[in-house]
C-alpha cells in the first residue's frame, strides 16, 4: 500500500472518530462509538494498524508517526466526549426540554390510617391488662350474632330493617345452607361466642374489627364502623372488676381527667347491663355497652355458670378516636381527604 493512501485513511478515520464521538447524546452511544473505534478486538483503529504492515520498509516510521497521532486525536475525542457526559449540568444543560429553576415533585408519605393506629392502641393498652386478641368473621351466621347471645328469633334486634342480611344468591356462592342465615355480623359479640366455643375458661380476651348496621350516617353514627369487643371469665368476676376495667382503660387511652359514667342499661346476653359514658364537651357521650355475661350465654357455650361469672364489654373505636383527637364529625374518617387523614 502507497504511504499516501494509509496517511489519508489514518486522516479520515479520525476526523470520522471525532465527529462520532461529537454526537454522542448519552453514556450508550458514547460506548458504541468506542467500541467501534478504539475496540480492542475488532476497532477501526485496530484494523488499520494491521493494515500497517502492507506499507513499504522504508515508510513505516512515518506511518507509525501518524498513526500515533491518529490514535491520540481519537482518545482525546473520547476523553471530551466522556467529560460532557459525565457531568450531570452540562448533560441538562444540552438537553432543552430541561428548565432547572422548576420547582420539583412533592412526595406524599403513607400512613396507617387513624382507625389503624387506635386499634393498635388499643390492643397495646389491654395487653398490658392482660388481655390476648382473638378475630372472627365479619359474614356470620345468625346463630352467633343472635342465638347464642340470647337474642330469640322474634327479638326486634333481629329484624332485616336492622341488619344487613345476605342475599340468596350471594348464600348459594358460599354454598350455604338456608337454616342458618348469613349477615354483616352487627357486633363484635360474636368473637364472644366463638372464642366459648373453642377454649375452656378462664378467658381474657378482645376482639377489634368492623361492624356493620343499616344506621343512617349522621356525625357519630356511620354503617360500618369498628368495635372493641372484651370478655373476661373466671370464677368470681364481679361487676365492679368490669367497671375498673372500663375505668382504667379510658383513662389510659383518653386521659386522667376524662370522666365517665355508668347508666343502667339491657342487653339480651349481659345481666345487668350497663351502657358507658365518657364527658365530651360539657355533655356525655356513649362509647360502650357492658355487663355480667348472662347465664344463659354460659351455659350456651357449655360452661357452668355456678362455677364460673364473667363480663364483656362492646366499645366503639371511632368515637374513643374522635374523643381523643378532638373529631366532631365520624364521617370524616370515611372520607379519604389527605388533608384530614395526614394529621395523624
Ligand atoms: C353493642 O353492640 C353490644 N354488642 C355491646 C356489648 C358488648 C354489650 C358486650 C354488652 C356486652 P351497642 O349497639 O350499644 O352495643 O354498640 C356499642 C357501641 O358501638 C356504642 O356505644 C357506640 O360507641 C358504637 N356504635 C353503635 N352504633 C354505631 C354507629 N352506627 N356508628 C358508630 N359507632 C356506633
Redesign the pocket.
Known sequence: MALSDFLEQLDQLASSAEKAFQEAGDASALDEVRVNFLGAKNGQLKSVQKEMGAVGKEDRPTAGKKFNECKTRIEVAFQAAKDRLGDPAAAKSSDPGFDMTLPGHEFHLGRLHPITQTIEELKDIMGRLGFSVADGPEIEDERHNFEALNIPREHPARDPLDNFYLGTAQKAQLGHREENPLLLR????TV?IRVMESTPPPIRIISLGR?Y?P?TADA????M?H?M???LIDRQVTMADLKSVLRLFARSYLGADVNIRFRPSF?P??EP?V??DFSWNDGWI??????M?DPNVLRAVGYDPEEVTGF?????V??LCMRRHGITD?REFYKNDVRFLEQF
Request: glycine share 16%.
Open positions: 352487627s357486633q363484635t359479640s364472644q361492624v348496621r344506621d357519630t353514627h356511620y354503617p364502623f368495635q369487643e372484651g370478655l342487653f346476653f349481659t347491663s351502657e358507658a356513649e362509647f360502650g355497652g357492658a355487663g355475661v364483656a364489654f362492646g366499645l366503639g371511632e368515637r365520624i
